[in-house]
C-alpha cells in the first residue's frame, strides 16, 4: 500500500482494510488543496515575482531604482498590519503593495492591475505533479470535487476546471483555512454531508486540523517524508501522491456521486 493510517500500529493488515471500509464508504465528495497538493507553489511564486520586477523595471524604472526587496518585504509587513481584516487576501495585499510602490516611485496607481496581471498570468503557470491530472480525471467521474484554497489559482487558466465543480476561496468566504467556514462553504456546496466529504492536502494546520474540526475525513499528503507534528491529532490516512487517494476509495468501495446530482 502507498498509504500509511493515522492508527497504523493498532491493525493488522485485515484490520487496516476494515477500518478504511468503515472510515471511507460513505464518501461522496472529496475536497482538494490546490498550491502544493496539486502542484509545487515556491518555484511559481519566486518565477512569478521575477517576471513582475521584469515588467516593472523595463516599464516603470524608477521603482527598481527605489525599491529593494527587503523594502518591499517589509513593506508587505506592513500592510498585514495595517489591513488585519483583510490578511486572508492575498490578491488585495499584493496589489495594495503595488499601489504604495508605485506612489512614492512618483507614478499613478493606474499601473497596479497591469501589474498584478503579469504576476498572476505567471502564477498560474504550474506544472501539475505527474499523476494529478490522471487521478483527477477519475475522481471527478465517481465524486463531487470541490477546491478550497487560501491563495489565487485560477482552474480555468491552469486548465484543470473540467475536473472540479466548484471552487471555494478564502476571498468568496471572507476567512482562510483552517477557519471552519471555509470547509463548511465546501460541504455546503458539495451537497452532502461533513461525514461523507474527504478533505484532502498537504498542510498539517491549514488542510487536516481545519478540515478535521470541520467534521471531515482528512488524507494528507506528504510527498517528502516530513514529520506529523506532534501536538496535532492525527489525519485518518497519509499518503505520498494523489494516486494514493484512489487505492483508499477504491478499497472502501467509496459510493462516491451516487444521488448527490
Known amino acids: 500500500m502507498s498509504f500509511l493510517l493515522g492508527l497504523w500500529s493498532l491493525y493488522d493488515d485485515n484490520g487496516v482494510h476494515c477500518f478504511l471500509e468503515t472510515l471511507l464508504k460513505n464518501i461522496r465528495a472529496i475536497t482538494l488543496d490546490l498550491d502544493d497538493t496539486l502542484w509545487e507553489i515556491a518555484p511559481v511564486i519566486h518565477r512569478a515575482e521575477k517576471m513582475l520586477w521584469q515588467w516593472l523595471g523595463e516599464n516603470y524604472p524608477r521603482i527598481p531604482e527605489r525599491w529593494e526587496a527587503q523594502d518591499v518585504v ?34 499613478s496607481a493606474d499601473l497596479v492591475e497591469p501589474a498584478f496581471g503579469v504576476f498572476d498570468d505567471a502564477r498560474n503557470d504550474v506544472e501539475l505533479y505527474p499523476e494529478v491530472a490522471e487521478e483527477l480525471a477519475w475522481l471527478a467521474e465517481r465524486f463531487v470535487v470541490i477546491a478550497i484554497t487560501n491563495g489565487n489559482a485560477n482552474l480555468h487558466a491552469i486548465g484543470i476546471a473540467n475536473w472540479f465543480d466548484d471552487i471555494i476561496t478564502s476571498v468568496s468566504v471572507g476567512v482562510a483555512k483552517p477557519a471552519r467556514r471555509i470547509f463548511d462553504a465546501a460541504i455546503s456546496k458539495a451537497g452532502v454531508s461533513s461525514e461523507e466529504t474527504l478533505h484532502v492536502g498537504d498542510h498539517a494546520e491549514s488542510d487536516i486540523q481545519g478540515a478535521r474540526d470541520a467534521g471531515m475525513r482528512t488524507v494528507w499528503v506528504n510527498r517528502n517524508s516530513a514529520e506529523w507534528p506532534g501536538h496535532l491529532d492525527a489525519p485518518d490516512a497519509t499518503v505520498e501522491s494523489i494516486s494514493g487517494v484512489r487505492e483508499l476509495l477504491q478499497s472502501a468501495s467509496a459510493p462516491g456521486r451516487g444521488s448527490v446530482r
Open 74 to 107: 517589509a513593506l508587505r509587513v506592513s500592510m498585514f498590519e495595517e489591513f488585519p481584516q483583510k490578511a486572508h487576501d492575498f490578491r488585495f495585499m499584493r496589489k495594495k503593495v503595488l499601489e504604495q510602490i508605485a506612489l512614492e516611485s512618483g507614478y
